[in-house]
């Protein structure tokens, strides 16, 4: 079935340094990958996302990855500040609209 | 803010009870979806309507049903309400149906006591 894994479940690090979320589809009918942060007390916010027909994309500090031969789809947080530590959430959608959200990564950044 | 708002933000009802969740999509978008999100299943799509039809239905209760209005907002009706169905309850929505970006409203939080 639909099945999205996310690694890891927690991510602890430095300011400055960069985090990478790593993310596993089943479904090789999903062709849009959105991320998103999730902030204690709010709503998912869309950070960025990838479609099928691109291998990366970048949006200032962040970059996304995808692999659809292997399945695979990656974020990549560079120079992380405090205001980065969230949950964030990697998703599929298998052309139906719908979103197989991964279990989230819980990002501490420590000053 | 995404632009999506929901109403109540909290709820607090007894087993057995019924409730209605509301939301209004941003403008100009044409569809809803709604997420329940729990600390064990994590976020899980229920249902999605576009242009007030049911669009695709993924693992929703049939104790919970939804609909969407001609003014395109929406609300999800849950009922016989049970000690699990506490959760935190999300509505998206986009301008159409398949690959475009999803923004999510704040969120209802459900307590079923």
Redesign the interface.
């Known amino acids: 079935g639909e099945n999205v894994e996310q690694h890891p479940s927690t991510l602890s690090v430095q300011e400055g340094d960069s985090a990478v979320i790593k993310c596993t589809y089943s479904d090789s009918a999903s062709?849009?990958f959105?991320w998103?942060k999730q902030e204690l007390g709010?709503?998912?916010?869309?950070i960025i996302?990838i479609?099928s027909n691109v291998g990366e994309k970048k949006d200032q500090r962040i970059a996304v990855t995808l692999n659809k031969t292997a399945k695979h789809f990656s974020l990549h947080i560079t120079e992380t500040q405090p205001e980065d530590s969230a949950v964030y959430?990697c998703?599929a959608?298998p052309?139906?609209?719908?979103?197989?959200?991964?279990?989230?990564t819980t990002l501490q950044v420590k000053p | 803010d995404s632009g999506v708002t929901q109403t109540p933000k909290h709820l607090i009802t007894a087993t057995g009870q019924r409730v209605t969740l509301r939301c209004s999509p941003r403008s100009g978008d044409l569809s809803v979806y709604w997420y329940q999100q729990s600390l064990d299943q994590g976020l899980q799509f229920l249902i999605q309507y576009y242009n007030g039809e049911e669009r695709a239905k993924g693992n929703i209760l049939e104790r919970f049903s939804a609909q969407q209005f001609p003014d395109l907002h929406s609300e999800l009706n849950l009922s016989s309400l049970e000690l699990g169905d506490s959760a935190l309850y999300f509505c998206a929505s986009s301008v159409a149906g398949q690959r475009n970006e999803q923004f999510f409203g704040p969120g209802t939080r459900l307590t079923v006591l």
Do not use: C, M
């Not at chain 1, 052309?95 to 989230?104: A, E, M, S, Y």
């Open positions: 062709n849009y959105p998103y709010k709503g998912p916010q869309l996302d479609r959430f998703a959608s052309n139906t609209g719908k979103l197989i959200f991964g279990q989230g």
